[in-house]
């Protein structure tokens, strides 16, 4: 039975509340693989104020294996230093391929080591985890990969489990390769928030909340809404404000990632190759002009509403524009939820979020990947993993768990978040 068209043949949902149903999701084939890429000690590259390289290659790993299933539709979710991506098995040896070249440019260009691991979904099934998904129409460009069923977390537990005899996690090749990054950009200033701050949050969903999965997180998406206001209201980026940059050290990461060699010639000529495109955009969308079928006065819209600033892969993550006092609200719930066992949280403070872009055609299909100025969803994801292992976690609540939901609430959890 071919299953390649899995992901494409999925209806999309039309509203963010409806990824909290259960009922809106579809079992991945068997026969598919989960795949999952982190920074190894991410969080002392960000002390060392690294966070852009990390949201980078984070990117970089989504774009490889984009690039390698070209026709083929497949779900994956950005995840600030990695991502979690699904794919079919006609796709896995150029993927394999691809991430393995992905390590050595990692290592070789920003001596980060980037952890790659490609899980069987059978593997995880017979764990008697789910791995199911569901997309969402964000915009005309763009539908999210959306997971539930707590497999995605379980294998990235599995990639994660120490050791070298890991037979999950693929090792660095002595052997020189190539990957494909085409269609990844990286050239837009940080934004500054509209208002006081930028906030990073990951919730996950502790236990049954009154009796029905995913009712903790359809709870704290209307709290969100009704202390902020719509989505429109703490969207990080607004239409008008992102802003193109023409400074060397911001442009010379992409340069690093995507000019032909690493001779001086080859990144002097890709780096003034990007400043000039740059340029013209700048002056294409200022004068708001019609080339071809491409209308630059309106991209700056299009590009807002093709980001990913809300998300959700067995945790719900979003990055969100408000205030000081809104945000002291919205963790006063967050807190009372989490005593009573129903969730568990982490955040991270900001004045200004960072995007990197996948784009294919600036008119048509594109993503641009949202998280957090100096650590953001990483950050957060640390925060989260201290706080469930605090004393005040309410102990009575918890032991009321069954034996797989206390594993999925403690072990997934330092599992997903090992190495932070």
Known sequence: MLT??????????????????????????????????????????IEEGRY?????????????????ARKIEIPFVFGGDGASIVIPPTLYAGTKKAL???????????????????????????????VKATKLKVSENY????????????????????????IYRLHQSDAVL?????????????????????????????????????????????????????????????????NLTFQ?????????????????????????KIKLENFLGLIFMKFKLKIGDMDWGGYKKVLTEATDYRKFDDMLRMVISGTKLQREQLINYLEEQYKAGHLVYGTHVSDRALMTCLVFEHNGPQVHFIDGA???????AKAMKARMHRK????????????????????????KLRAE
Not at 53 to 67: M, P, R, T
Not at 155 to 166: Q, R, Y
Not at 248 to 272: G, P, V
Not at 374 to 380: I, M, P, Q, V
Request: proline letters at 3%; glycine letters at 6%.
């Open 392 to 415: 005040v976690l309410n102990w009575s609540s918890y032991v009321s768990l069954n034996r797989r939901q206390k594993r999925s609430a403690s072990k997934a959890l330092d599992g």
């Open 4 to 45: 390649e068209t899995f992901y494409a043949d999925l209806a999309p949902l039309k509203q963010f509340l409806e990824i909290t149903k259960p009922e809106n999701f579809r079992s991945v084939p068997n026969d598919w693989y989960v795949v999952v890429t982190d920074i190894v000690e991410s969080t002392k590259a």
């Open 143 to 166: 539908s999210q990969a959306v997971f539930m069923g707590g497999g995605m977390t379980y294998a990235t537990e599995l990639v994660k489990a120490p050791g070298e005899a890991n």
């Open 178 to 242: 190539d990957v494909d990054l085409s269609g990844l950009e990286c050239r837009w200033q940080d934004i500054p928030t509209k208002h006081e701050e930028i906030l990073s949050l990951i919730i996950m969903e502790t236990g049954q909340h009154l009796g029905k999965a995913g009712a903790a997180y359809q709870n704290v998406i209307k709290q969100i809404e009704k202390i902020y206001g719509n989505d429109l209201s703490y969207h990080p980026v607004v239409a008008n404000e992102p």
């Open 248 to 272: 060397t050290k911001h442009l010379i990461k992409e340069t690093k990632l995507r000019s032909k060699s690493n001779s001086w010639f080859h990144r002097t000529a890709y780096l003034w």
């Open 52 to 68: 852009k390289d990390i949201n980078l290659l984070g990117a970089c790993s989504i774009i490889a294996v984009l690039n390698v």
């Open 100 to 130: 393995l070249s992905l390590q050595q440019l990692a290592q070789l260009e920003f001596d980060l080591t980037l952890r790659v691991g490609i899980v069987p979904v059978a593997d995880v099934t017979a764990a008697n985890y789910a």
């Open 374 to 380: 100096d650590g953001g969803y990483t950050l957060a």
